[in-house]
């Protein structure tokens, strides 16, 4: 089952900052084409104050592009774009990015290698004083815990220490609203889980509205409060990671967030059968072809005579659990399942099927092209 996480809400801060606390954005009918290639389809999105939201989807599906827009890198075609209650971009307008109140942060880090760390981060306090410009870098830098590196260049800074020098840059200014592109991407895999955790602490702890840009439902899942699926240039799903893993709305969103065995299916009367036995069919269900999506725990294994019989093909050690290939009449491919140790190669097993954890989608889901904000 997916893991239930507390609901954690940002404070604004006294003085300076309780602006950005205050700030949040909305995307409205957005669309972008580049020559016959729609990147972006009417894409609507909101960002409350202090929430953070990842848009999560495959290379190509626009989230990139949708982050450009935001920051003001380019500009869309038409729809609208209002960060906390003015419009940046639309009906004639389009504010240059200096004036968004909006930070961005690169895959790369994109630092100036000529400068060191603490004039990097300096760099877009120009409008201050020189001595007030200092302090708020100074300030930032302990904030993620390099004020020790602030006279080193960097080239002499490790991948995570890169990433926090990018960090504190992006938010010296006070930014509205933080956007990142795949910026823990570049880091292995222990760093970029600390790395992450430190860059979502200084978040909350600020009250900073925040969008990820990631193609990794992991990454995703632990940073965000709401998460947004893009596929083909729409927005097809956008709910908390709770919602989307317990409530798919078409069968790419349950994908995005788990591993999915899908089968197919036949509406018939009250029921929908399959070759691993009947789910209750759901009351909107017209008769006819659909297709079963089963979270892995929607899959109980017992002894025979409890469900449909299949029979152990194979195992092998994955850790904690085997995991298992299945052969069960009326499916051409092995069921592949990670369970307990205890079924062996050749054994005769039960499958019963859990409907709790069973997603049951028309055969050509019209949810996959449809916007659902």
Known sequence: MFPRRPTVKAAPRAGADAPNAV????????????????????V?????????????????????????????????????????????????????????????MFQDYALFPHLTVLANVRFGLAHLPGAEARRVAEERLAQVGLAHRADSYP??????????????????????????????????????EHVRADTLAVLRRDGIGAILVTHDSAE???????????????????????????????????????????????????????ALGPLPRPASMPDGAV????????????????????????????????????????????LRLHVPPEAAPGDRVGIHLLPARAYIFAETPPGERISTI
């Open 23 to 42: 700030s949040g954005l909305d995307v409205a009918k957005v669309t972008r084409r580049f020559g016959r290639t729609l990147a972006l389809d009417d």
């Open 44 to 104: 609507s999105l909101s960002l409350g104050p202090g929430e953070i939201l990842a848009v999560l989807g495959a290379s190509g599906c626009g989230k990139s592009t949708l982050l450009r827009l935001i920051a003001g890198l380019d500009v869309a075609d038409s729809g609208e774009i209002a960060v906390g209650d003015r419009r940046v971009a639309g009906r004639g307008c389009h504010e240059p990015p200096e004036t968004r109140g909006v930070g961005l």
């Open 155 to 192: 080239g002499t800074l490790s991948g995570g220490e890169a990433q926090r020098v990018a960090l504190a840059r992006a938010l010296a200014p006070r930014p509205r609203v933080l956007l990142l592109d795949e910026p823990f991407s570049n880091l292995d895999a222990g760093t970029r």
């Open 220 to 274: 995703a899942i632990a940073f965000a409060d709401r998460i947004a699926l893009m596929h083909r240039g729409r927005v097809v799903q956008c709910d908390s990671p709770e919602r989307l893993y317990d409530a798919p709305r078409s069968p790419f969103a349950a994908r995005a967030l788990g591993d999915i065995i899908e089968i197919p299916g036949q509406a018939v009367d009250g029921l929908v059968t399959t």
């Open 291 to 334: 297709r079963v999506c089963l979270r892995p725990e929607a899959i109980r294994l017992g002894p025979v005579g409890e469900g449909v019989t299949a029979t152990v093909l194979g195992r092998a050690f994955a850790g904690a659990h085997l995991r298992l290939d299945l052969v069960v009449a009326g499916r051409d491919a092995p």
